[in-house]
């Protein structure tokens, strides 16, 4: 093998997109075997939180999640869908959409939202959303709750907070 040859494999070997790596989870956000990547995206957004009485907790009150709004992007960094709620809703650009079941969460690091598995119901028609089974949130900056207090002289406020997940779509091999 002359070294262009090599030269021109190792460059092959470099562009070739890396499998979505798993070793580094936790357990419980692991999806299982039997299962191969269908879409690495980042989403770039906000969650919105509100000021709101706790359930079954007379007199307290607490931010409680009301829902995210963000863009899906390739690895490229171009727009490829969205993702929004409630319900959670990851739509692609060509209209196919999901939603899912979340199965188990996992914490990820101080100020970050926690990593999390989800059971993608069947697809809402045609396109890149078709055959996804699992997503996985990783990858996560920023997205909790605000620090700011939360009490009842500022029930019913809300407070938007910036955040950015990789979603990691999932079909059956």
């Known amino acids: 093998m002359n070294a262009k040859t090599l030269l021109c494999l190792t460059g ?5 997109p890396a499998a979505f790596a798993q070793s580094g989870l936790p357990d419980s956000i692991k ?5 191969k990547v269908a879409l690495e995206t980042t ?9 709101r009485d706790k359930p079954n ?9 009301v829902g995210p709004k963000a863009v899906l992007n390739d690895r490229s960094g171009k727009p490829v869908g969205t993702y929004f709620g409630p319900p959670a809703t990851w739509q692609a ?5 999901i939603t899912g079941t979340q199965l188990a969460v996992a914490p990820s690091g101080a100020g970050n939202l926690p990593y999390q598995l989800v059971k993608a119901n069947p697809a809402e028609g045609k396109g890149a959303m078709s055959g ?6 990783v990858g996560l900056k920023g997205g909790v709750a605000p620090s700011t207090a939360c009490s ?13 997940a990789d979603y990691i779509f999932w ?3």
């Open 132 to 137: 996804v089974s699992y997503i996985q949130r």
């Open 57 to 65: 907790a007379a007199g307290q009150t607490e931010w409680t999640f």
């Open 152 to 164: 009842a002289a500022n029930k019913g406020e809300q407070a938007v907070v910036s955040y950015q």
């Open 43 to 51: 989403g770039v957004g906000e969650i919105t939180y509100e000021c």
């Open 31 to 35: 999806v299982p075997a039997g299962h």
């Open 93 to 97: 650009k060509d209209g196919s959409k």
């Open 12 to 16: 092959l070997l470099f562009a070739a």
């Open 171 to 173: 079909s059956a091999s």
